[in-house]
């Protein structure tokens, strides 16, 4: 008996990926950026970066549609805050909890 082992055939050499990976959506990250911050650029910004990635090919739809929606959460929470604090004035001047002469 011999301790004849085979070798394994050589491997192919890495040459790497021709094609570079799609990238992201500049204005995907900055709609999730000002959905956060500004919620009305989020809302602006979102269906714009949606229409590029579409165009495009690029990645970052997730990052828009988050932008998107996010913004519009908040804008909306900012309304109804608006309208709940101008109900509370009226009421409270109504009920004259707060008086007006001085």
Do not use: F, H, W
């Amino acid at each position: 008996m011999s301790d004849y082992q085979p070798t394994p055939p050589p491997s192919r050499p890495y040459t790497g990926s021709s094609a570079a990976p799609p990238r992201t959506n500049t204005l995907a990250i900055i709609a999730l950026i000002l959905g956060i911050v500004v919620p009305i650029g989020g809302v602006i910004c979102g269906p714009i970066a949606l229409g590029q990635i579409k165009r495009t090919g690029e990645n970052g739809r997730g990052l828009a549609l988050a932008g998107l929606i996010i913004g519009i959460a908040l804008t909306l929470l900012g309304i109804i805050g608006i309208i709940a604090y101008v109900a509370l004035i009226a009421t409270a001047l109504s009920s004259g909890a707060i008086s007006t002469s001085p």
